[in-house]
């Protein structure tokens, strides 16, 4: 979670859950994301989370990528659950990679 200078709050949440699931984990309310003071013009910003905060996210999922390698390479069985769960590591890297504002190529 993020407020910015103007009020507003950003969350997000890397393991997928909606907004209403992250909001009633924090017992917030969608109108609690918003200041008090609307009509303004507000330019968002161009990278609404830090670098560290992203990299942060990511840590775990590069895990689940390096442990399924590991896995492949002995040559041992890979599960249905395994490779959605390499799917969905893969899925929330290039989010992080959208959210960051980096861009490919």
């Not at 069985?77 to 992080?96: G, H, K, N, S, Y």
């Amino acid at each position: 979670m993020r407020e910015l200078d103007d009020g507003r709050v950003l969350l997000y949440c890397y393991a997928g859950c909606s907004t209403a699931d992250v909001l009633d984990a924090v017992g917030l309310s969608l109108s609690d994301l918003f200041p008090e003071k609307i009509g303004e013009h507000v330019t968002p910003e161009r990278r609404p989370f830090p670098a560290a905060d992203i990299l942060r996210s990511i840590s775990f999922e590069c895990l689940v990528v390096a442990t399924s390698g590991r896995t492949l390479l002995n040559g041992e069985p890979f599960t249905e659950e395994d490779q959605e769960r390499l799917m969905l590591a893969v899925e929330r890297i290039q989010a992080a990679v959208d959210i960051s504002g980096v861009r490919h190529g």
